[in-house]
């Protein structure tokens, strides 16, 4: 029986080929010798730029020759026969009128793709285990046996059970200042005044926090109709940090379950900026940097960083 990979290819193309091909790779490098070396060997500018045109035009026409006849021999190689060991279905390959039927190629394909798709999903798999995907209470401190029940999952809750949760979160913070309004049916809006270092206006679907802005304790927080203004960004960049960080514990603290547990990590994550100009950097030991205070606060730990020695 023949070989299976020489069925279809010319052999003596393939080697020339082979050859062809390191000729290129010689091609090429003497194109980078010639721009690494620069200008040389010559007693004025002027003969020196023209000997380096002239012998850096020589080397990228010996580039289009070898790629040309690279070209050239690619087409005399010839297509190898696709009789990969597949089982029974190698037979399918000796169909003639493959053209009209490409069954086996068809087939080879979805081999191809089936085991591209199996090893990045254990890349994937490896990634996400390493990753701790339970955003419980714990990190917070709050001991396993005092957890409360998980409430129902669905999105749409009680606005007496929101008002609830939201009173009770209030009292726990004193320094900190929740004022609840509805000016949209039922999804709930918190104006969040921490002490007289800034605000943080909250959006929420239910108890779900969809988005949060924080200004400075000066800035104007409504429109001129009066609403809280949940489009208009803060004129201070150190507030504008803190909202990026604040989008990303968003993204930390989920746990679908309990959405009060959320709501109540979130806030104590968030009361740690009272001391915002106050608390030094944990890595650097400074105050500023960049002329910006530590914005960033370790989800878990609650301590200060400036937002590139968090890293």
């Known amino acids: 029986m023949a070989d299976v990979l020489s069925v279809g290819v010319n052999l003596e193309a393939f080697a020339q080929a082979i050859s062809a091909i390191q000729a290129l790779r010689s091609s090429v490098s003497r194109v980078f010798d010639c721009l690494k070396d620069g200008m040389r060997n010559k007693e004025t500018l002027e003969g020196r730029e023209k000997a380096f045109i002239a012998h850096f035009q020589d080397n990228l026409h010996s580039v289009n020759r070898d790629l040309n006849e690279l070209e050239r021999l690619s087409n005399l190689v010839g297509k190898p026969s696709e009789n990969h060991p597949l089982h029974n279905s190698g037979l399918l390959s000796l169909d003639p009128v493959q053209d009209k039927t490409p069954l086996y190629s068809q087939l080879l394909q979805a081999y191809k793709w089936s085991n591209k798709l199996q090893y990045h999903a254990g890349l994937a798999s490896g990634l996400l285990n390493q990753q ?20 129902p999952t669905t999105l749409v809750l009680p606005p007496q059970y929101v008002d609830d949760v939201i009173s009770r979160i209030d009292r726990m913070f004193p320094e900190m200042s929740i004022h609840l309004s509805r000016p949209n049916g039922t999804s709930a809006m918190l104006l969040v005044t921490l002490g007289k270092v800034l605000k943080v206006i909250v959006v929420m679907r239910s108890l779900f926090i969809d988005r949060t802005i924080v200004k400075g304790y000066n800035e104007n927080v409504h429109t001129e109709d009066g609403k809280l203004d ?33 709501v109540r990590s979130f806030m104590t994550w968030l009361r740690s900026y009272m001391k915002l100009f106050q608390a030094p950097c944990q890595r650097c030991g400074k105050f500023l940097q960049d002329g910006l205070p530590p914005t960033w606060r370790d989800f878990r730990t609650l301590e200060a960083f400036h937002d590139t020695c968090r890293q």
């Open 132 to 151: 701790s995907l339970k955003r419980s209470a714990n990190q917070m401190g709050v001991s396993a046996k005092r957890r409360p029940k998980a409430q």
């Open 230 to 262: 949940i489009w208009s960004k803060s004129n201070y960049q150190v507030f504008q940090k803190v909202t990026d960080h604040a989008t990303t514990a968003l993204l930390h603290y989920q746990l679908p379950q309990m959405p009060d547990v959320v």
